[in-house]
C-alpha cells in the first residue's frame, strides 16, 4: 500500500514553455500533498504543501505565479512551471500523507529545459 | 523551525558490516522520525520510522532508535548488502496535520562487495 505515482518521469522542453507534472496518491486518500525540487547530491528542498480544495502555501522564495500548484481531490496534484527557463532544470518530487500520517514519496520527476 | 542535522555525508562500508547513521534534531516538540532511502534517478522511499512514545523500532535488518532527551536517532543497518547502497534521509516533524517534515542533509551508503 501506500504508492504515490508521478508523471511523467522526465520531460525536455524549451525555454518559455510550461510544464504539467501530475501526482497521484494509487490506494489511499492524501489528506496533504507536498512538491519537492531536488538538485543534484542535495537533500529535498520543500516547495509548497497544498490540502485538497484549497489553495498551496509556498515556502519562503518559491515564485506561486510560477510553480502552479493545483490539489484537485484527495488523490491528484498537479504542478506546472510556467514559462520555464534553464534554471528551473531539476528533479521535482511530490509527496502525498496519508490518515496515519505517514508520508509517502512519488518516484520524482526530472525536467530539463533547453 | 526544525533543524535537522545528519552525518556522516557519506559511508563507506564492506559487506557485511554495519552502518549507523545519526541525527539530531533542534525543536523538542517534534514528534515523528521517518527514515528514507533514495536510489539514484529515484524518488525517496519510506524504509522506518518512529514516534516519540518508544525508544527502538526494528525491521529486519533495519533498526532506529530514538534519545529524545539528548534530541537525537539513529539508523542502523546490520548485515549490510551491495543493494544497501544509496542516500539515506532522515527527518524530523511534529505530528499534526499541517506541519512538514524536516530533512536532513542525506547520507551516501556505498557497501563494497
Known amino acids: 500500500g501506500a504508492v504515490v505515482s508521478q508523471h511523467p518521469s522526465w520531460v525536455i522542453c524549451k525555454s518559455g514553455t510550461s510544464v504539467k507534472i501530475e501526482c497521484r496518491s494509487l490506494?489511499?486518500?492524501?489528506?496533504?500533498m507536498f512538491w519537492y525540487r531536488q538538485f543534484p547530491k542535495q537533500s529535498l528542498m520543500l516547495m509548497a504543501t497544498?490540502?485538497?480544495?484549497?489553495?498551496?502555501?509556498?515556502e519562503q522564495g518559491v515564485e506561486k505565479d510560477k510553480f502552479l500548484i493545483n490539489h484537485a481531490s484527495l488523490t491528484l496534484s498537479t504542478l506546472t512551471v510556467t514559462s520555464a527557463h534553464p534554471e528551473d532544470s531539476s528533479f521535482y518530487i511530490c509527496?502525498?500523507?496519508?490518515?496515519?500520517?505517514?508520508?509517502?514519496f512519488g518516484p520524482g520527476t526530472r525536467l530539463t529545459v533547453t | 523551525g526544525e533543524n535537522v542535522e545528519q552525518h556522516p555525508s557519506t559511508l563507506s562500508v564492506q559487506e557485511g558490516d554495519s552502518a549507523v547513521i545519526k541525527c539530531t534534531y533542534s525543536?523538542?516538540?517534534?514528534?515523528?522520525f521517518p527514515w528514507y532511502k533514495q536510489e539514484l534517478g529515484k524518488g525517496p522511499q519510506l524504509i522506518i520510522d518512529?514516534?516519540?512514545?518508544?525508544g527502538e523500532k526494528k525491521d529486519q535488518r533495519i533498526a532506529v532508535t530514538l534519545n529524545k532527551t539528548a534530541k537525537h536517532f539513529s539508523l542502523h543497518i546490520t548485515e549490510t548488502q551491495p543493494e544497501d547502497s544509496a542516500v539515506y534521509f532522515c527527518?524530523?516533524?511534529?505530528?499534526?496535520?499541517?506541519?512538514?517534515?524536516?530533512f536532513g542533509g542525506g547520507t551516501r551508503l556505498m557497501v563494497k562487495p
Open positions: 509527496s502525498a500523507r496519508d490518515r496515519d500520517r505517514g508520508q509517502y
Open positions: 525543536d523538542s516538540a517534534s514528534n515523528y
Open positions: 527527518a524530523a516533524r511534529k505530528n499534526n496535520a499541517g506541519n512538514m517534515l524536516t
Open positions: 518512529i514516534r516519540s512514545n518508544v
Open positions: 490506494d489511499f486518500q492524501a489528506t496533504t
Open positions: 497544498s490540502n485538497e480544495g484549497s489553495k498551496a502555501t509556498y
